[in-house]
């Protein structure tokens, strides 16, 4: 199989040498579709290395080593940076929720808090602020798992029908042992830090500074604590053990 004339950006590239002090470009290319690893073993001496987020026009033929898909580039030329769209580099998570799915979901954690005025109070801060515009488009992770554009809201949609799935095959008598309005609460917000902890760049999900230094976990209970209006109180107490402890740490 060969690609023949198609737009990848660059994600990661480096010249290397092989065994016989040849350089070559190792590189990652990719699209909204995902990525690849690449190779231009006869890369010219005079090309300068890419850097992350231009993108080249390839030709190239599709390879296998160790059981994974490589590219194997023939040629490289640099699209300019104004006829780039950066929505068509833009990774996405397959299958991401429909409007109708996060109006479900949503649906669902409030009326698991119906009557709490405590934790609907937090609830309605977070629906009014705009965030969940944000929660929409964030990404769950940089690589390890629901990494893209949808991931975040998918992986809570999970993570939240898994809790009620669980709830729900309780025998009674343990059941009544359970906080239903925590538990749907924290399963929704276990992962609320992540918002202020990853971003994109170049299409790309990537930790940020903030993500670095306190970790979704630490943000996650700082922005209960923002919704609460800072006001100390068992529920949230709880909801921000949820989030603090669902890394077993």
Known sequence: DSLVG??????EAQIKKTKAGRDYLACTLGNSSGKLEAR?????????????GEVYTIIASVTEYAGILQLNVNSM????EENVDISDFTIEVSNKLSTNDIDVLTHHVSCAIDGN????KIWNKFINCGMLDACKAATAACGIHHAGVGGWIKHTAEVVNYAYAIYCSLPVPTKSLVRYDILMMGAFFHDIGKLR????????????????????????????DEFAG???????LAIQHCIASHHME
């Open 6 to 11: 198609i737009n990848l950006m660059i994600y």
């Open 230 to 236: 800072n006001v100390a109180n068992d529920d949230l």
């Open 77 to 80: 030329t640099k699209v300019p």
């Open 117 to 120: 005025e405590f934790l609907t």
């Open 40 to 52: 231009w073993w006869n890369v010219p001496s005079t090309m300068s290395v890419p850097k992350a």
């Open 197 to 224: 902890a990853y971003t994109f760049e170049n299409g790309v999900p990537v930790m940020t500074k903030r993500g670095m230094l306190l970790e979704h976990l630490v943000d996650g209970c700082m922005l209960l």
